[in-house]
């Protein structure tokens, strides 16, 4: 069993960056893939971003590609992602997510076994 509770988001202005951290509780957490997510009101969950579990590879969505930069501690059990150049589009609820694997994580929402609750992102223009 494994629980992830996000931190970090907040409401910045275009061109902005933040950090999101993502703290793990529960066992071996550095057998887990992690992932990032995001979702918009009324729309699906996207795919933002994923690590391997000992943070060797790594792999983002093009949308987010060149700014965003996902990392993990996992002496602290915590995943994070650094997201600079925030445009409004980049806007949502983001989530962190588990998958036991020793490679990346998959890149849709039903591959993850463990969620968090989600950090909101706002970025006005």
């Known amino acids: 069993q494994v629980q992830l509770v996000e931190s970090g988001g907040g409401l910045v202005q275009a061109g902005d960056s933040l950090r999101l951290s993502c703290a793990a509780s529960?066992?071996?957490?550095?057998?887990?893939?992690m992932g990032w997510f995001r979702q918009e009101p009324g729309k699906e969950r996207e795919f933002v971003s994923t690590?391997?579990?000992?943070?060797?590879?790594?792999y983002y969505a093009d949308s987010v590609k060149g700014r965003f930069t996902i990392s993990r501690d996992n002496a602290k059990n915590t995943v994070y992602l650094r997201m600079n150049s925030l445009k409004p589009e980049d806007t949502a609820v983001y989530y962190c997510?588990?998958?036991?694997?020793?490679?990346?994580?998959?890149?849709?929402?039903?591959?993850?076994?463990?969620w968090g609750q989600g950090t909101q992102v706002t970025v006005s223009s």
């Open positions: 997510a588990a998958h036991l694997s020793s490679g990346l994580g998959p890149l849709l929402p039903k591959g993850y076994e463990y």
């Open positions: 529960g066992r071996a957490f550095s057998s887990y893939a």
């Open positions: 690590i391997s579990r000992f943070g060797y590879n790594t």
